[in-house]
């Protein structure tokens, strides 16, 4: 089953940091407890690199801030 658009922004990308990072770390006990076939194992994996992802992308954009932030010049 494809992924559907919406306004050209992919549903994932609208996920905060705490909800990608919350679904991550659940794929990550599933896969962990094991017990699901190959294909699903595969569909968790591919899942969890996509949310992993966008976790990074938050955490990139949290530096950015805190750089230019730093780099300002104070009033």
């Known amino acids: 089953m494809a992924e559907q ?3 050209g922004t992919e549903p994932d990308e ?3 940091y705490e909800q990608a990072r919350a679904e991550l770390a659940s794929v990550v ?6 017990g699901t076939s ?3 194992s595969l569909a968790l994996w591919e899942r969890g690199e ?3 992802g966008i976790c990074q992308r938050w955490l990139d954009g949290a530096r950015e801030r805190i750089e230019a ?3 300002a010049p104070s009033d």
């Not at 006990?29 to 094991?34: I, K, N, Q, V």
């Open 38 to 40: 190959l294909e699903d």
């Open 29 to 34: 006990e599933r896969l962990e407890a094991g």
């Open 14 to 16: 609208r996920l905060s």
């Open 69 to 71: 932030a730093r780099q």
């Open 5 to 7: 658009k919406t306004n």
């Open 50 to 52: 996509r949310l992993a």
